[in-house]
């Protein structure tokens, strides 16, 4: 073993290419789908670099990965690059200054994935410098044709199945992304607005009073659109308009007012106008009305001619400009700020808007409760998690839209009938196709026998893609007869790791993909992540400012810091980034690489085998005590409590062995070559190197090479209680006996091998008296039969002066010097002093035990140790 400090940038660097290319990691096929150990990790999204969330999300699955390794588990861990979405084209825009509209849409998609072969790269050396045990032959991207072929196929068999249609409809759209979106990639935001009060007239009123009503709205250019106004069947105030046809200021179209019960009284003056479409309820009530339809905002956000003078303008351009004109035309009645909550693209931060398009559907309506069971049959980590799942699923209101108008995408395999549109759909056995560059698989329609065709020019949303990651991943396809799997031990994956932040996105879209092709839930469990915070518990951005590149940290912390880091926090609850946990982290690399070094020293003549019965109490008891803690991690790793694993470990590693028994073993070994200390410290360490595997990575597998063979630890086998009979309780009193005299020498100044004259302990250390004496150089040792003369002595009273003060005001002094002169007493559990009685919710008494008898007392836990020392 190399002799000096613990180098974590020399260590790291070495086994992080070595792993690589030795292929420590790879899969190399499970027969026995039981011996296979599948996760399906998530594709990072390649829109610029790595940023910490992916490390600790990473680091996570690792631990996974690698403890099932070590479990006997043949581990399926892969890495994929999503790179077919909005994220990707917009990335390559910005690199590359351009516009995806200007380009054919393959010149285009050949540009996005030369920016992105730069960027998956740089992820692939990041994600090998972070020591991720991913078996790098197992990589994949989405937008690659084998991945093409299978979201194709994943098209053609839901529409088979007659699980998705094609209606044109109002869609969710993003004016700045111009495309459709779904439901689950939108998200509320708080802006500020105005509301605004504008008049309408009544058309063809009789009565001057009754001639205008008003409507408060914070979406004044959307009147162009309007299309109906409605009043609620109990407003008895406005109830006299239900029937009577209103003018739109302005615009001047003529609009039914109607009643329905969806209008909300409490907002504005109670009478709301229909405009398509301005939110959700204005579709429910196009569709329940039978309303006409005006499209007044188009797909960039600009008014069309529906709005007449003000075609052409922005929504926001739009807006001003008629709120100065109904201003100016006497039908502004009242204009005021205020902060409402907005709907728009999670990417971009864009306010959507409602357009009718043709879209392309999955039908999730009808099958909620279905996929609601599916997600019960998946175990949780942690449990509370699937009530997200549970909350989307109950909160659904569309079906999912999956046609996007990009060109960075997978296309749609389909051509519509130039006649009668009817869908013409790609044969199985030609996919992938794209339908603006290849023809149509029939010469005539099928339909009414015309021969010209119209290609699909949409692309999938990337969710359509990334929620096939399981099949991509056990090689789903179609043999001509039937879909098969070509790793079939794979699917259902063990586990599918995520954050918490795509539970809508990812997980129950691939629930609901899998579940639809397979009839079977998709992953046996699920672990949801938190987010990662700044040292403020504050969310990390770039507009806070406040990001921690993953780079800095290794830069001045070892990898192994990093990764203890990562498991100090519960499995699905936020974690803040932490100096502090990092150089914790690195305390304990240290204390590992020391403590390695010692018992390297001490372990040249260690018997290979020993008979576990022939070892001394001390040496039973400590491998007794790590059988314990062997079941206890094994435990908390299988429930993917990390952090309880860590620091359950750190604790017994850190006391127990290096402070308690290493300090006796040492002695014994260095003082008489004892054999079974020897023996225990050789068991003990490796053991200890196997159960840090997980988690310190990089330092376990250098230490262990350099003591104890040429293989990896990380493809050894998780160490199994020995079955070592000890005394566990006479084993812990004797090591708190140690700890007790340690410290009665560090407090009187004394050197650790000073010579003590003579101890006396109260409790049982049966078995243990030799290893007290020896390693406290005790001369004489005695054990009591009767408990020495300690009682408990008053030194004091606490009072509570938020309670006293309030209580006794000016008496307070004259209490304090009661108590001060121990004139006091209590009596019924009060306190009397000074002629005041206290309450026991305000004092309490403070208290030591106190040794009457010749010789001092240390404290020891439940036991009692006088020491008797001339010295």
């Not at 960027?119 to 972070?130: N, P, R, S, V």
């Not at 995408?409 to 389909?414: D, L």
């Not at 992953?523 to 800095?552: C, H, Q, T, W, Y």
């Not at 499995?571 to 010692?598: C, F, H, I, Q, T």
Request: hydrophobic share 35%; aromatic share 10%; proline share 5%.
């Amino acid at each position: 073993m190399p002799s000096g400090e613990y180098d974590p940038d020399t260590v790291e660097a070495k086994w992080q290419d070595r792993w690589v290319d030795d292929e420590t990691y790879a899969y190399e096929g499970a027969a026995d789908p039981d011996t296979a150990f599948s996760i399906d990790s998530p594709p990072p999204t390649v829109s610029g670099s790595l940023h910490w969330g992916h490390v600790y999300g990473f680091t996570l699955q690792d631990f996974v990965a690698r403890f099932n390794r070590m479990r006997g588990k043949e581990v399926y861990f892969p890495f994929g690059y999503d790179d077919n979405g909005i994220a990707s084209e917009r990335l390559a825009e910005d690199e590359l200054d351009v516009r995806h509209q200007d380009y054919e849409r393959r010149e285009f998609q050949r540009m996005t994935q030369e920016v992105c072969a730069e960027y998956e790269a740089e992820f692939t050396e990041k994600m090998q410098d972070l020591g991720i045990s991913i078996d790098w032959n197992q990589t994949y991207q989405t937008i690659s044709p084998a991945v093409r072929r299978i979201s194709q196929l994943s098209f053609i068999d839901l529409y088979e199945q007659g699980r998705e249609y094609r209606q044109r409809a109002p869609a969710i759209w993003c004016p700045e992304c111009e495309t459709a979106i779904s439901q689950v990639e939108t998200e509320d935001d708080e802006q500020p607005s105005h509301f605004h009060d504008i008049a309408f007239e009544v058309v063809g009123s009789g009565d001057e009073d009754e001639e205008e009503f008003t409507i408060s709205t914070t979406r004044p250019e959307l009147l162009p659109a309007c299309v109906a106004v409605f009043v609620h069947p109990d407003d008895d105030e406005n109830q006299y308009l239900v029937g009577e046809t209103a003018r739109i200021p302005l615009f001047d179209q003529e609009v039914p007012i109607l009643e329905d019960e969806r209008v909300d009284m409490e907002t504005g003056s109670g009478v709301v106008m229909c405009c398509t479409f301005g939110d959700q309820t204005d579709i429910e009530w196009y569709q329940a009305h039978d309303l006409d339809l005006r499209i007044a905002i188009d797909e960039s956000g600009t008014l069309t001619d529906v709005a007449g003078e003000y075609e052409g303008l922005s929504s926001e351009e739009a807006r001003e400009a008629i709120v100065e004109d109904l201003d100016d035309a006497g039908a502004l009645l009242d204009r005021w700020e205020i902060t409402h909550t907005v709907n728009v693209h999670e990417r971009c931060g864009t306010g959507v808007e409602f357009l009718v398009k043709d879209q392309w559907y999955v039908e999730l309506l009808d099958k909620r409760e279905e996929y609601l069971q599916a997600g019960r049959e998946m175990d949780w980590y942690p449990e509370k998690m699937f009530t997200r799942y549970r909350n989307w699923i109950e909160g659904l209101q569309w079906d999912w839209s999956i046609s996007r108008q990009r060109s960075s995408g997978i296309p749609f395999p389909v051509w519509y009938c130039a006649e009668c549109d009817e869908p013409v759909l790609s044969e199985k056995e030609n996919l992938p196709v794209d339908p603006l560059s290849d023809e149509p698989p029939v010469d005539a329609c099928p339909e009414c026998g015309h021969d010209e065709f119209e290609p699909e020019d949409d692309v999938f949303d990337t969710w359509a893609t990334s929620s096939l990651t399981p099949l991509i991943n056990a090689g789903w396809d179609w043999d001509g007869e039937e879909f098969t799997f070509e790793n079939p031990e794979l699917y259902q994956f063990d586990l599918r790791p995520q954050g918490h932040d795509i539970i809508s996105f990812w997980l129950f879209h691939t629930v609901v993909k899998c579940y639809e092709h397979t009839g079977e839930v998709p992953f046996d469990s699920v672990m949801i992540n938190g987010m990662v915070l700044d040292e403020n518990r504050e969310k990390m951005s770039k507009s806070k400012g406040n990001i921690v590149a993953p780079d800095e940290v290794v830069s001045k912390y070892p990898v192994d810091a990093a990764r203890y880091w990562a498991a100090g926090s519960a499995v699905g609850d936020d974690l803040p980034y932490s100096e502090k946990g990092l150089r914790a982290g690195e305390k304990l690399l240290r204390k590992l690489w020391n403590a390695s070094k010692l018992v390297e020293s001490l372990t040249d003549e260690a018997p290979e085998e020993f008979d576990h019965d022939d070892l001394a109490a001390l040496d039973r008891w400590l491998l007794a005590e790590l059988d314990r803690e062997i079941e206890r991690l094994t435990e908390r790793f299988a429930d993917r409590e990390f952090s309880k694993a860590r620091d359950g470990l750190r604790g017994f590693f850190w006391h127990t062995f290096c402070d308690d028994y290493l300090e006796i073993a040492k002695q014994r070994v260095r003082d008489g070559g004892d054999p079974s200390a020897a023996y225990t410290l050789e068991v003990a360490h490796r053991r200890f190197l196997k159960l840090f595997a997980p988690i310190l990575a990089h330092a376990t597998e250098e230490l262990w090479h350099d003591m104890h063979g040429d293989g990896s630890v990380h493809r050894t086998e998780w160490p199994e209680p020995l079955g070592v009979d000890a005394d566990f309780a006479a084993g812990e009193t004797a090591m708190a006996v140690v700890g007790a005299l340690r410290k009665y020498k560090s407090d009187e100044q004394l050197p650790m091998n000073a010579a003590l004259d003579r101890v006396e302990i109260w409790g049982d250390v049966s078995g243990f008296e030799d290893d007290i004496s020896g390693v406290m150089h005790v001369e004489e040792l005695a054990t009591l039969e009767e408990r020495p003369a300690v009682e408990s002595v008053v030194t004091g009273v606490d009072l509570d002066y938020s309670l006293v003060g309030p209580e006794f005001g000016s008496q307070v002094p004259d209490i304090e010097a009661a108590i001060e002169a121990g004139d006091y007493e209590v009596v019924d559990g009060e306190l009397h002093a000074a002629g005041a009685e206290l309450g026991a919710e305000m004092f309490e008494i403070e208290e030591e035990r106190q040794y009457l008898g010749e010789g001092e007392m240390v404290e020891a836990g439940d036991a009692i140790v006088v020491v008797h020392d001339e010295a």
